[in-house]
Structure formats: structure tokens, C-alpha cells
DNA sequence: GATGAATGAGCTTTCATTCAT
DNA sequence: TATGAATGAAAGCTCATTCAT
């Protein structure tokens, strides 16, 4: 999601740019503004965003306050910057599934949605705390939301293309909030307890996708 | 619900214990706790614990910040306050559904505890804001986390009694999971969009019930 | 003291006063006042005139905020009440030992002195505090540490009345202090430690009132 | 005084190390510290330390509030630099003498650690303020206390290496004390009276002096 | 470009004092 | 009279953001 960046100077042609005198700089700055989104995706996760501090997201990435300000104009900007480089990866994935999704079958399909959406949200764990941020949503927010509910859709159609695309489009929203869940239960419970609840949150939701999906 | 004003214990210094506010004795402070109250859960609704400000609390309320400080003593406590209010009624909803869910047909007691969960989440809707917080959940949230799983159980367990406990135990779960998800579907959707997906949601959790309380 | 304390309807005619209607009420209202004192006492002493509130103080004695404002001012006023009764029992003590001093050897004298004026500190600890409280201080705190050295002075004088009245007049804060380094001693040695300078302390005492009463 | 300042530990999560100020990292810094103290010293010795505010610091150093916290997490830290800066001076004048007290004549050593003590305390008016404030005194004060003892003690030990070790120790506490009082007499009184009682300090202080080491 | 320093609005909290019942 | 409630100025402190070297 380079995109996302305000970095100047981002050149359409990568054997022009490596040419430049200025590539070693740029390097180094494209290293910072890797270094500097861990930090802030560690420090996110681990308070929140109100409570993180841009000093402290500084810190945990070994630069100055001031280099995290050459980079980001405000702690908004950072969460963004995240927001957008994770999202990149769960579109990744989740295309990825739409791919794989015609080959399995429908309770097959349960599972593999739910191992999707737990893997991505165990390898971001700042990405929830962010997207559910309270407030008002910004609108890249409010893209990311729908745009999980548009893929999950997708993979439904890839799955079941016989299937009206209305009710894909009533389902996709359950079934994103199923995923949801998942995730959640880990929080809530462990050991024994949370295995038997997710074998019934995998059970209730392959009986619906059956039922819907045929 | 003056069990939820901090009653200091005897602390070992008169003068130190003199800090902690007490529960109002007198009919007008009774008046401005319920008004601080009532303000907070606008506040905390609106913004987020973090971004709400006891300034803010106090201004919504038309008291001063002292009159707030007099009756709480730090904002945590005005959270746990008002979730420990909140959590009463909550209670008081559940345990009135346990008492009718015999009486149901099962996909009806889907929907009960769907209505149960849009309704309360509806009427207190800083409830969530304050459960779902970022940061490690005090020994009162956690509380109300496991309270909820164990009324939805004992519903369960009331409309189903001949079904295996640790059956329930491993759905009660899910059932709050999903009892979540329809309160958050209204924060995505709306209109007829809203309408679809809620009555998916129903019908996905009707079929789980009656697969697995028969 | 009660002439520094606002009590309206003091009576100069015991008599007249316990014949009064109104005698329960103010004899209630003298022992609230002791009780008072006695409690901002306690909490001065424990954190200096600064840390100590009146709301601390009030909860120390079991009444309430309102009653300590009925009877003080300011807190201030509570301050030079206390120190006012304080006061009055230091000047019994060091009257008392003027009569006795003309029977002492000049040694004993030292010892006395110290062993008076250790005494009233271990039974007043709030009185330092007060006294050399930082700041420019008020008349009354003036006024205590001129009647410390005139009584010292009368001390002496009445221990040794051949001695030139302004040779005692320069002794005197000389032998205040050492008196409270007797006091301090105690603050920051103990045990052994505590016993050996405490003799040394005297010895030089008596070494320099020997010297110069002869 | 670079040693004065808090420099945190390796904390577990370097996000919240970032709170910690750090000591002064450009010449700038160093610059604003001193004078940041330089102000605390006139606050501290005006108001004593818990009636002076920070804002009144940072703006009698005509910096900012957020200067002040740049380079100090609290009062208390700021009290704890500024006596250590002290502390550092007094050492090196009470080891001056040290050098020189075996050359003294006994008398002219009691004079010379008055000297010393009076000059050090009007050169840093806020040092007593900070050392004799109520409550438990901290690692540092007490440390300075313990440090003076042990001071005064090397410079009888060095000017009366024959003395008995164990007398000496006991006799530096009192040497101590005699010495506050030096200082305190300026604040009691003033002009011939001021005179004549410091000549009767130093006159006791000189005899005392005299009968112990001879 | 990189970094430490500077800024100040704004936050939570305290407390002496006054009110009202 | 006795007491809890009310008030608000002011304190300590934080932190996003901007500056200057």
C-alpha cells in the first residue's frame, strides 16, 4: 500500500529509480517507514490507539519522534498507513480463497474461511483494534468493511454461482460476523472450552452455508 | 445500585480514606449520581471511553467537576459504575427470558434472544463501548463476559433441559457471539440491506437451535 | 488558648454559663473543638501543614467537613488554634522549670532544659511542624519563637541572676537551638548510635553553660 | 550533573520507556536544565517545596510547562536533581576543609565549619527548605544526611587523627546539628543580636571542640 | 534528512471553601 | 446546628505536533 504513503519522489519506472543517485535513500527511507508501521502495529495492539503515543511508537522502533513525522503527518496517518498495508494482505488471502473456493466442499468452505480470518487476525492483531476503533468511521474504514463483506460475497458466488446473487448478498454479512466471532472466541475463552466452541461455531455455520448453499 | 459506588473499606488512616467518595446519603445526591450517570453514557457512547473527558461528563450532566469527583473518584470508576448499572439490567432481561424459554418453540427462541440483545444494546448503547474496550479487562468486565455466557446457558438449559450440559456449556458461547453479531449488523447496514442480513442471521441461528436442542 | 478560637457566647461567669439553657450546646461545642484539634494534630504531624487537608482532618476526628468549618476559618485558622494550645502547655512546662532553676546545679540545668524540651515535642509532634513550616511566618509563629527565647533567657537568669542580663539575652537562641538539636537527634539516629550523641550533645550543654554561669 | 538525572532501565517495553525524559542529549538542553533548576532553586527556597508549582518554575525559567516535563517526570524529580546538584558542591567543600582541618588550630576549626556551613547555605537558599521537608525523607535525603555526619566526622578524624574513633563518630552528629543552628540563627534574628549569638555558637562549638580533641 | 527540543492546549484530579437542607 | 453536596480555580502531568540545528 505504498500508495497510502506520502513518499515523494516514487518513480513508475524501478530501473529508472535504481539508477538515481537518490535510490540508496530511498531505500533507507522505505526501511524506516517498514520498521516504523511494526512499531506502531505492536504498540496499536498492545493499548488501543488512544492510548498508544506517537513518542512511544517512536521508541519501539528505535528512531526519533522526529522521524516518525517525516514520514506521517499525524498519528491518523499512521493508523492508515497500517490499516492500508494489512488490508493488502487480507485482500491477498482472501482472493486467494475465492480462487480455491469452487474446488471445495460446502463444509470445507466453513472451515477454510474461519482459518482465514483467524490466521490473518493472529499475524495483525492491531488491525481489529484499529478497524472497530470508536468513533466515527473514516472512510477507508468504512472501504475496509465493506470490502470484506464484497470478497466474502465472492467467495460465496465463486463457490455456489447458482445461487441468487441477493441472498449471496444477505449471507455475506452473517457469515463476515461469523468470522468475527471466531476470532473473538480466542479472547474470551482457552484450552478445552474454547475447542468445543469453535467446533460449534464451525458446526452452526457449515450447517447454514449447506442449508443456503445446497 | 449503590453496590457499585465504591464503599471504601476501613482503611488504616481516617484521613486518607476521607479521599475515597461515598455513596450519596442524601436524595440530591441520589439525583446527581443518576444525572452523572445518564451524562457518562451519552459521553462514553459518543466517544469512546478514552476520548470521553470527565469534563465533558460533568458539562453533559449541567454539574460541576467537582460534584463528579465527589462521587467518583476516577473516571475507571464512573465506567465501572455504569456497566455495573447497566449489567443489572441486563441480568433482569436474561433471567425474565430463562423464566419464558420453556414455553418457546425453539427457532422462537432464536429470535427472543435476538430481540433480547438488539433491544438492551439499543437502550444502553455505551454497554458495549465499555465491555469491548482495548487494554486488559478489569475483574468486572470479565464478570459480565462469563455472566452473559452463563445465562445464555442457563436459557438454554431451560428451554432444553434434556440436552447434554456440556453440550450447552460448548454453545452458550456461540449463541452470545452471534447475539453480538446482530447488535453490530445495525452498525454496518441499513434499510432493506439490514433487513436481509438480520433475518439471515435469524435463520442461521433457528437452524443451529433446532439441530442441536432437537 | 480558647482566645484565639471563635466561639461566640463565651461567658467570663462559669457560673452564669452552666445556668444557661445553652451550656450542653457549648460544652458540646468544646469538646468538638478538642477533638477537632486534637485530630489536625495528628494529621499535621503525619504530613505536614501543606498534604494535610480538612477533609482529612474532619474524617480523623468522625465529624463531618461542615463542623471543622464551623468552628475554623480557614485552615490556616486551625493551624494557629492548634499551635495556640500548644503553646500554652510549652509555657506551663518552661514556667515550671524558671521556678525550679535556681536549685539546680548548672549541669542538671542542660539536662533539664533538654529532657523539657524533648519531651514536649515527643508529645506534640505536629508543634515543629507547624512552627517551621516554610514561608514567611505569622505573627503568632513570631511571637512563639520570641516567647521560646525569653523564657529561655528568664531560665537562665533565674539560674544564675549574678550574670549580666545581656550576656543570657545572646545565650539564649544559642541554647534554644541546641535544644532543638536535641529534639532532631531523634529523627535521625537511633539505638546506640542515638544514646552517644545524645550525651555528647548535653555534655557540650553543660561544658558551655558551666563556662559561662560559673 | 548529568548523574542527577533519571536515566531509566532497560524497561520491558521501550513504547513506555519513551515516557521517561532523558538527560539533555544537545547543548540547548544542557542550557534549559540549568536553568530550569537554577528557577526551581528560587521557587523551592521562596515557597518550599510542596507550595511551589511547576508552572511557577517553568515560567520563573521563562520556559515552558512541557521544557520542564521534557527533562523531569515530577516534582519530586525535579527537588531530587536539584539537591543532588547541591549535594555534589557541599562535598566538595566539606573535603576542602577535610584537606586543610589538620593545619587549624581547634578554635579556628569551629569557626572555619561554621563558615563553610553558613556560606554553602546562603550560596543555595532552597537546600535546607529541601532536606527538612515533612514526610519519610527519600534514599537521596537521607543519604545526605548520613553524608554530612560522615564529612564532618573526616575533618575532626583529620584534624584529630589521636581521638578515639568511636568519640568522633558520636560527635559529628552534634557537630552537625550546631552547624544548622549557625545557619538558622540568620533566620531567627538580625544585626547585634545576630552577632552576639553567633559569637556564643562559636564560642560553645570552640569549647566543646577543645575539651574533646585537646 | 535526522534528531532532540519546544510548545501549550487540554486532561485528570484535588481541595479549600461555601451552600442548602 | 450539623452535615452532605456543590463549586471551580488550580495543580501535576501528557502528548500531538512543530521547530531548529
Redesign the interface.
Known amino acids: 500500500m505504498s500508495s497510502t504513503l506520502s513518499i515523494p519522489g516514487e518513480s513508475a519506472d524501478p530501473a529508472d529509480a535504481a539508477a538515481a543517485p537518490r535510490a540508496p535513500r530511498r531505500a533507507r527511507g522505505q526501511l524506516r517507514v517498514e520498521a516504523l508501521l511494526a ?1 506502531a502495529a ?2 496499536f495492539a ?3 490507539f ?4 506517537m ?6 522502533s ?1 528512531s526519533s519522534i522526529g522521524s516518525l513525522y517525516q514520514f506521517f503527518r499525524t498519528k491518523e496517518d499512521v493508523a492508515e498507513a497500517l490499516v492500508g498495508q494489512q488490508v493488502d494482505a487480507l485482500w491477498q488471502r482472501l482472493d486467494g480463497l475465492a480462487r480455491r473456493a469452487s474446488a471445495l466442499a460446502t463444509p470445507d468452505l466453513g472451515h477454510a474461511l474461519a482459518v482465514c480470518f483467524v490466521d490473518f487476525r493472529a499475524d495483525h492483531p492491531s488491525f481489529a ?1 484499529l478497524v ?4 466515527p468511521p473514516s472512510p477507508l474504514i468504512s472501504g475496509v ?1 465493506r470490502g470484506v ?1 464484497e470478497r466474502v460475497e465472492a467467495i460465496l458466488a465463486s463457490h455456489a454461482p447458482q445461487v441468487d446473487r ?1 441472498t449471496l ?3 455475506a ?2 457469515v463476515q ?2 468470522m ?2 471466531a476470532v ?2 480466542r479472547g ?2 482457552e484450552g478445552a ?1 474454547l475447542k ?2 469453535a ?3 464451525e ?3 457449515a ?2 452455508l449447506v ?1 443456503r448453499l445446497g
Request: proline residues 4%; neutral net charge; without cysteine.
Open positions: 512499531a505492536e504498540v498492545a493499548k488501543g488512544d492510548a498508544a503515543t513518542t512511544g511508537i517512536a521508541a519501539q528505535e483494534t472497530e476503533r470508536p468513533g468493511r463483506r441477493r448478498h444477505a449471507m454479512p452473517v460476523h461469523v468475527k466471532s473473538q472466541l474470551d475463552l472450552e468445543a466452541a467446533r460449534e461455531l458446526a452452526m455455520l450447517g447454514y442449508s
